[in-house]
């Protein structure tokens, strides 16, 4: 699936690669990761991303891996695009890494038709799309978007909750700063693949544990919620 185009995540569809990594032709690494979280909706998650949480809530988040948030950026109210995740954190038993979350429309990725459809069918009911930088100055183009990698999750609600599914590309843009296949793989080594994809399933799994009951609480003079007996 290429990164700049995954036009097959619009499509509830199995995927070649659901859960799992693979090193790309170009030396980059792409990590797939299916989370099914029970009980949230795709409107519960990119609520999530709004709410922009602290270092304490990003904590509750994944308290294994999770050390530091703050946000910059663009920061309205009723999106999360143009946002800017600061973070530090640990991948499944890694260092702790300094990294920079910054996220985009879906017209970066997808065509605006095609995820219009999407949208009103409900084959996709959310969508957290962004850019990886690697420290908390990372590189960036002239128009400042963040350099390094891709983050991609799509999510469909089901009867029982929410399929989500989540890809990143690690080292993108490497080829273009020069680099051959040969060298981005030795700045993306592949046992980062199983870390990341363990951390994302854990992280959204964590989640999925408050993730509804927040969502009600934060909501409730506008949706009052009712008892579940």
């Known amino acids: ?10 499509d509830p569809a199995p995927l070649a690669l659901e859960t799992g990594y693979a090193r790309l032709p170009d030396g980059s690494l792409h990590v797939a990761v299916r989370t099914d979280m029970h009980g949230c909706r795709g409107e519960m998650l990119e609520w ?15 308290p294994v891996d999770h050390l530091y948030s703050a946000w910059q950026g663009e920061l309205a109210a009723d999106t999360h695009v143009g946002s800017e995740h ?13 990294l920079i979350v910054q996220f985009r429309p879906p017209g970066e990725f997808f065509d605006a038709e095609a995820y219009r459809k999407a949208r009103e069918s409900g084959a996709v009911t959310c969508a957290v799309l ?31 909750g929410l399929a989500l599914r989540s890809h990143f590309y690690v080292g993108t843009d490497l080829p273009a700063a020069g680099l051959s296949p040969a060298e981005v793989e030795a700045e993306v080594p592949t046992d980062l693949g199983v870390q990341l994809l363990q951390h994302s399933y854990n992280e959204f799994t964590f989640l999925s544990r408050f993730l509804p009951s ?15 007996w």
């Open 1 to 10: 699936m290429n990164p700049d185009s995954p036009a097959e995540l619009l």
């Open 48 to 62: 999530w991303f709004r709410w922009r949480c602290d270092t304490q809530k990003y904590v509750w988040w994944h």
């Open 86 to 98: 600061v973070v530090t954190e640990k991948i499944t038993g890694m260092p702790a890494a300094d």
């Open 130 to 160: 962004g850019r990886i930088g690697f420290g908390h100055q990372p590189e960036r183009r002239p128009d400042g978007a963040v350099l390094g990698g891709r983050l991609l999750h799509v999510g469909r609600d089901t009867p029982w």
């Open 214 to 228: 927040l969502y009600l609480a934060e909501h409730r003079d506008v949706r009052p919620p009712s008892v579940p």
